[in-house]
């Protein structure tokens, strides 16, 4: 089984519609990420969080919000959702006693319509 | 602004060459570089990571990392067109504390046969 796992996998909305991606991990990690990618812009991340009672913004943020629900289990949710908010997204997960290294989830592809 | 920086590409080079990916970064308190390996539509995959200057080699991967030059490198002996996909670098600044890696946004090698 894969260790960072992402639902669902591809996701076409309409514009104003509230959106969920959900991310669980089974690697025990503390630290949990959530990334959108774009053709040419490289991986930006919207929140991050380095355990359950922490959550922080990251570059893009703004009409995202995120939910820690327990160590394993990190979701990203579009309040009404846009556009330019179609894109690939990612989740991953880090362990500070390896340096951060991060592990990423296969991704969801977002359309909307 | 942290940043973490790379040519773009395409690189290509002939099958059985050795393709040579470079990455600047900018914050002179960065500890540990790591190369995410990405194909097109899928998540991005660790292949190296480097602590300490000098040279790393996992098979056909070479590190180089140089923080007097604040630069490092992958390099792959004897490319193969499965190598064919985007390199990002990823950079981890410990001694700023808690913070995500920064990754740069990747370089597109193809590999032709």
């Known amino acids: 089984d894969a260790d960072v796992t992402q639902t669902p996998r591809n996701r076409i909305t309409k514009t104003g519609k509230r959106i969920m991606l959900e991310c669980s991990q089974t690697?025990?990690?503390?630290?949990m990420y959530w990334y959108r990618q774009d053709p040419g812009l490289g991986l930006r991340l919207i929140y991050y969080s380095f355990d359950v009672k922490d959550i922080n913004k990251g570059e893009i943020s703004d009409g995202y919000s995120v939910s820690r629900q327990a160590q394993a289990k990190f979701s990203l949710s579009l309040e009404s959702a846009i556009p330019n908010q179609t894109a690939l997204y990612f989740c991953?997960?880090?362990?500070?006693?390896?340096?951060?290294?991060?592990?990423f989830g296969p991704g969801t592809r977002l359309t909307v319509l | 602004q942290k940043e973490v920086e790379q040519n773009s590409g395409p690189l290509s080079v002939p099958e059985g060459a050795i393709a040579s990916l470079n990455c600047t970064y900018s914050?002179?308190?960065?500890?540990?570089f790591f190369w995410y390996r990405q194909y097109s539509g899928k998540s991005p995959e660790l292949i190296m990571s480097?602590?300490?200057?000098g040279d790393k080699e996992d098979g056909r991967f070479t590190a180089q990392l140089n923080k007097a030059s604040q630069y490092v490198s992958l390099l792959i002996r004897d490319s193969q067109p499965s190598d064919s996909a985007t390199y990002l670098c990823?950079?981890?600044?410990?001694?700023?504390?808690?913070?995500?890696?920064?990754f740069g946004k990747g370089t597109r090698l193809s590999v032709i046969a």
């Open positions: 914050d002179r308190g960065s500890q540990s």
């Open positions: 991953a997960t880090s362990d500070p006693l390896s340096r951060n290294t991060q592990y």
């Open positions: 480097i602590y300490s200057n």
């Open positions: 990823a950079v981890n600044i410990l001694n700023s504390g808690n913070t995500p890696l920064v």
């Open positions: 690697k025990g990690h503390d630290r």
